[in-house]
């Protein structure tokens, strides 16, 4: 009960934006996972309780990929739709001296930045081109992506990422 009113649990409302909403789902279970609401056993065996219900296949993939690191709906989301375009899998918050990257991928020296409009207001485009300069030290190239390249404008900015990353074109 809440205020009154009877409410799922966490895990089962996790399911449920699985089931029918895998940005909603995938946003949602980081932020609970970061915020230690949940854990993964919760939501696994909520899983199992939901043998047989329409879209439960489409939860299981999704909260399968469920990571507390990620720091922002902009970040998971922006990993959802890497993973679906079969990118490799990003390691999230590395340090880097004392600075602390979004997104990883080792192999291919790249650090992707998943930036929200606050990063270009005032003194923070300076402090972020120092940051830069301070990342490109350790062989790094430092790319960025906004909710406009990721949400409103994915297929341009999926075939940039593949080029920067040097896999194939998709097809």
């Not at 996972?33 to 329409?54: E, F, K, M, Q, Y």
């Not at 679906?84 to 990003?90: K, S």
């Not at 001296?97 to 979004?102: L, N, P």
Request: charged share 30%; with cysteine; hydrophobic share 45%.
């Amino acid at each position: 009960m809440w205020f009154g009113c009877q409410v799922t649990t966490i895990a089962r409302t996790l399911v449920d934006l699985g089931r029918h909403d895998r940005w909603d789902a995938i946003m949602a279970v980081d932020a609970a996972l970061r915020r230690g609401l949940i854990d993964r056993r919760a939501i696994d065996l909520t899983l199992a309780g939901a043998v047989g219900w329409p879209g439960v296949r489409q939860a299981r993939a999704v909260l399968a990929l469920a990571d507390e690191r990620a720091e922002s709906p902009l970040e998971s989301l922006t990993r959802l739709r890497l993973q679906d375009d079969g990118f490799p899998v990003p390691d999230l918050q590395v340090w880097f001296g004392g600075d602390r990257v979004d997104m990883v991928f080792d192999e291919q020296r790249l650090i992707l930045e998943i930036d929200g409009l606050d990063k270009y207001v005032k003194d923070a485009l300076r402090l972020e081109k120092l940051r830069e300069t301070r990342l490109r030290r350790y062989g790094y190239r430092v790319e960025r992506v906004t909710w406009d390249d990721v949400v409103n404008h994915w297929p341009r900015t999926a075939e940039w990422l593949r080029h920067l990353l040097r896999l194939p074109a998709s097809m």
